[in-house]
């Protein structure tokens, strides 16, 4: 049953992800000029002209010159197969490019997203069993300030004051003597020493929402009946809490994950770019702006199968959890 | 020579000249001699030219060791690397940008008409992987790539094609070749100075030709294997050309620079460049050490300048001024200074202006073309600008009134063409606005066009350049307004801007005006040669390009500069090459078509205290690729 479910479920991501191409390729042509139009700006800023032959030929050699759906053809049918086409700008392939980031953007959206359901659950029920407490005002502020403060503007605040007090600059993803190093425990360690503060940033724009949903879906279920009961037969009250109302409760909260999937990837790319992360939020950014086609269109792209892919597992794990949904 | 580009007042002693001595025991880095020892590399004098370049350095003699750390954008910030290591040509410039120096041409010759070019190349130097750099190089760069159509199109590279004829060279023997023209180029020793004509010796004749079907029949099969689209693709991808990143990304690629890519190099994953010594360098200090002192630079890869800041206020850049110099953050770096333990370098701006405005004299809008092309409108617009109340709030009191040109000091400054209508007058500007016969007014006060359309126009602006630019049109719209005419600002992205250009559908932009130090190599305000940068007169770059057959026809003021600037060209003499562009510039005067605001303040740059050997004040300027001919090779870290 839940093999068909998810063999299905896949099936439909190839027509999804084939209209997605379509739009992304169509918002990558939507800013006047090409790829070589902004490459000739930034020539001239440096004071540089350049001839209109030279650019003939490299716009015939990059296919620039070739109609829109012929240029989208070639890109896709190469999508296909498995091919991302080559990044204008680097004269190299996009997905040597982009490969080399992927691990460590999964790293960072992975590890947020433990990190933030992994806080808002004992807070959600903590604010809810002790509602109108000090408590729950406490955890509910700084959930609050968390979501109205923008991220990049607190991953600039966290950088500012490790350079006030420390000295250091906390920017990016490795320490110099850990960088260009074969893989070890002290690189994980320094890995962490520095992706924390990424994972706090991304992680507490989501909190306030997940504490406030786990609140909210717990003091449903609270004042029903069955909990009474089972609180009148004497069951002691925290295994009650864990076991019942809680586990009935956690529905939104784990389909919530389809939702905030994307959030945290676009979320992501501001912070990254603050935080001088290698993911791929930054070079997403960097590609847009120089218009390199096949490499944004390719980054695009796998963006949008993580999130088709978030959907799936947040649906996978609600039905593993709650045996009333079904699979269809 | 020195009186050509003698800049007056503005010459700098750096105290860096270069004296042949001949040093015979040479020393070098302890991690290279311990190679020796072990027999990897050859001894140092046998890496060395028979002759090496003897560096005086700028305070003393250095001492080996250390990383140079420093910062790069993400995209396109290729130069961030090639103005550090320096377009090592067959010529540079000297420190205070006032001559064109020997570099890797140990001498040369002219002929009388100065067509032909004769260049002794240093014996014995070597590219970085130890094979000998010859003539043959500069052979393989003429001879199997200039002319190549496969390799530059219908098109190559402007700098050696002269009268439609590209450059031709000859072999005297394995250190001497001789490049000639068709037609005098009085130019070409500047040229070869400037970072865009490297070419010439850029390309190892013994690893890139294996990229090249002439040498290699079988190159298709690395074609294929690369996937590169033809050999000339594949080419760039593993030699690497001027202006594109490629050229950092490949570490087997031999050069002739002070350091050279390790598997840390430019390419589009890197998240950190690592460049080390290059072992065969060329040149040695006034002792006999081998440069370059430091051992390795370092750039991190940042996607966000703001980042690049914090680095350099925690003490973790140790010399750089790229994507530094916005002038809101001089205050913090000077705030910062103990704390980072940097110093703060000055750097020479080299732009005429820091606000240029130029109207389109090309204008579609026949009505707006006539009033465009009138110069009392043009005087009266500059005569309206208040600029001491612009330079005041916008510019934070920094700069004076000026309009473009070279700056006062350099032997062009001309004052006509600085300081002409730079007092703000508007009496006289609607005086002379009424004369234009534009005495009719709407109800809210502006003039009225003969065709009863009011006098209004945009003006484009690019806030991502200069945020300052955007703060200057609030006042200087309202001081037109003055004057009876609208305009309005614009913000435009950058590439709408150049589109706009292209399609000739703007009618006023605003950039900074380059030519202040450099007014020879960047004439683009002065003429209209520059098909992106002359915006004054698009239409006329496009017909002087093009022979007449594109664009519009221009100004005979304006054609009169052309043929000054190809006697310029042609010229030999220096002294008759000066007084043929004063010349110029007094056209260029007379007609007034690109004004601006104020002298633009000078750059900063910062340096880590620990690091010696940095002149506290040069150029900056692109066609002088800062820092690089002040040699950081000759830098070093104390101990």
Not at chain 2, 25 to 31: I, S
Not at chain 2, 186 to 211: I, N, R
Request: aromatic content about 12%; hydrophobic content about 45%; proline content about 6%.
């Amino acid at each position: 049953m839940l093999l068909r479910y998810f063999i299905r479920r896949l099936l439909w991501m190839i027509p999804f992800l084939f209209v997605v191409s379509i739009v992304v390729f169509a918002l990558i042509q939507a800013p006047p000029g090409d790829f070589l139009t902004t490459y000739v700006a930034k020539m001239a800023e440096s004071n540089e002209g350049i001839d209109q032959a030279t650019l003939e030929r490299m716009r015939e050699q990059y296919g620039l010159d070739r109609s829109l759906p012929v240029q989208y053809w070639k890109w896709i049918s190469g999508l296909a197969v498995g091919d991302f086409g080559q990044s204008f700008e680097w004269n190299q392939s996009a997905w040597s490019v982009i490969k080399s980031r992927l691990p460590l953007t999964l790293v960072l959206m992975l590890s947020t997203f433990i990190f933030a359901w992994g806080v808002a659950l004992p807070i959600g029920i903590y604010s809810a069993v002790r509602k109108y407490t000090v408590g729950d005002y406490v955890v509910t502020f700084f959930g609050f300030l968390g979501l109205a403060t923008p991220n990049f503007l607190l991953a600039l605040v966290v950088l500012y004051l490790g350079v006030r007090f420390f000295g250091v600059h906390m920017g990016g993803l490795f320490s110099d003597e850990y960088e260009g190093e074969p893989w070890s425990l002290a690189k994980v360690i320094d890995l962490y020493k520095h992706l924390w503060i990424g994972i706090l940033v991304l992680g507490t724009a989501i909190l306030a929402s997940l504490i406030r949903i786990m609140r909210a879906n717990l003091l449903d279920e609270l004042s029903k009946p069955y909990v009474t009961t089972a609180r009148a037969k004497g069951m002691a009250e925290w295994k009650l809490i864990l076991k019942y109302p809680v586990r009935i409760a956690l529905n939104p909260f784990i389909s919530i994950i389809g939702i905030y999937f994307p959030a945290l990837i676009s979320g992501a790319v501001v912070t990254a770019v603050v935080l001088g992360y290698p993911t791929l939020g930054p070079l997403m950014l960097q590609s847009l702006l120089a218009q390199d086609m096949h490499l944004a269109g390719g980054i695009l792209m796998i963006m949008c199968s993580l999130t088709v892919v978030g959907m799936l597992i947040s649906d996978i794990l609600l039905a593993l959890l709650d045996p009333r949904v079904r699979y269809d | 020579m020195t009186l050509y580009w003698k800049m007056g007042a503005l010459a700098l002693s750096l105290g860096l000249v270069t004296t042949p001595t001949w040093a015979q025991d040479y020393n070098e880095a302890p991690a290279l001699a311990e190679a020796v020892k072990a027999g990897k590399l050859p001894p140092v004098a046998e890496r060395l030219p028979a002759k090496p370049e003897v560096i005086t350095p700028v305070e003393q003699i250095g001492t080996y060791g250390g990383t140079i750390r420093r910062g790069l954008r993400g995209s396109s910030d290729h130069n961030n690397i090639l103005r550090f290591l320096s377009p090592q040509g067959l010529t540079r410039w000297n420190p205070d940008f006032t001559e064109v120096v020997p570099n890797l041409a140990e001498s040369w010759e002219v002929s009388d008409d100065a067509s032909e070019y004769t260049f002794h190349l240093r014996e014995g130097t070597k590219w970085s992987d130890g094979a000998p750099f010859t003539a043959d190089d500069v052979l393989f760069f003429v001879n199997d790539l200039l002319t190549n159509a496969d390799f530059y199109g219908s098109a190559p590279p402007a700098r050696f094609v002269i009268e439609g004829q590209p450059m031709t060279a000859e072999k005297i023997d394995d250190y001497t070749v001789k490049l000639s023209f068709v037609a005098p180029y009085g130019q070409f020793l500047q040229e070869l100075a400037t970072p865009l004509a490297q070419e010439p010796v850029l390309w190892a004749k013994h690893y890139c030709s294996q990229f090249h079907p002439t040498y290699n029949s079988d190159v298709q099969s690395m074609v294929d294997a690369e996937g590169a689209a033809d050999w000339a693709d594949l080419f760039r991808r593993k030699c690497g050309d001027l202006e594109i990143p490629a050229r950092w990304g490949n570490p087997d690629r031999p050069t002739l620079d002070p350091w050279v890519a390790t598997d840390e190099a430019y390419t589009g994953d890197a998240t950190r460049v690592v460049f080390e010594r290059n072992p065969y360098f060329w040149q040695v200090d006034t002792e006999g050490n081998q440069l370059p002192y430091v051992d390795k630079v370092r750039w991190s890869v940042e996607q966000d300048a703001e980042s690049l800041v914090l680095q350099v206020l925690a003490g973790e850049i140790d010399m750089q001024a790229r994507h530094l110099d916005a002038s809101k953050n001089i205050p913090v770096y000077y705030e910062n200074q103990e704390r980072g333990g940097y110093d703060i370098l000055e750097r020479l701006n080299s732009d005429a202006n820091a606000m240029g405005f130029y109207l389109n004299l090309n204008e579609k809008d026949p009505e707006l073309n006539k009033v465009f092309n009138s110069k009392d409108f043009r005087i009266a617009l500059s005569l309206g600008i208040n600029r001491d109340e612009i330079i005041d709030l916008v510019y934070l009191g920094q700069g004076e009134p000026f309009q473009i040109g070279a700056r006062p000091g350099h032997a062009l400054y001309n004052e006509q063409l600085g300081r002409q209508f730079t007092e703000y007058d508007p009496d006289r500007a609607n005086e002379l606005l009424d004369g234009l016969g534009l005495t009719e007014r709407d109800a809210e006060g502006y003039r009225l066009l003969p065709d009863g359309k009011r006098l209004s126009f945009q003006v484009d602006v690019i806030p991502t350049l200069q945020v300052e630019w955007v703060d200057a049109m609030e006042l200087v719209n309202e001081q037109w307004k003055a004057l009876g005419i609208e305009t309005t600002t614009n913000t435009v992205e950058r590439t709408l801007y150049y589109e706009r250009g292209d399609s000739n559908d703007f009618e006023m932009q605003v950039w900074n005006a380059p030519g202040g130090l450099d007014p020879t190599l960047s004439p683009r305000n002065v003429m209209a040669v520059h098909p992106q940068g002359s915006r004054f007169a698009l239409q006329w770059a496009k017909w002087y390009l093009s022979g007449g057959k594109d664009g519009m026809e221009p100004s005979d003021s304006m054609k009169r500069r052309y043929d000054l600037f190809a006697e310029f060209k042609s010229e030999a003499d220096l002294q008759k090459q000066l007084e043929i562009f004063e010349k110029i510039h007094q056209e260029a005067a007379d007609a007034f078509e690109v004004f601006g605001v104020a002298l633009p303040a000078n750059k900063v740059g910062i340096k880590s205290r620990k690091l010696k050997n940095v002149p506290m004040s040069f150029p900056a300027a692109w066609m002088y690729p800062d820092p690089g001919p002040t040699l950081p090779q000759q830098y070093y870290f104390e101990k």
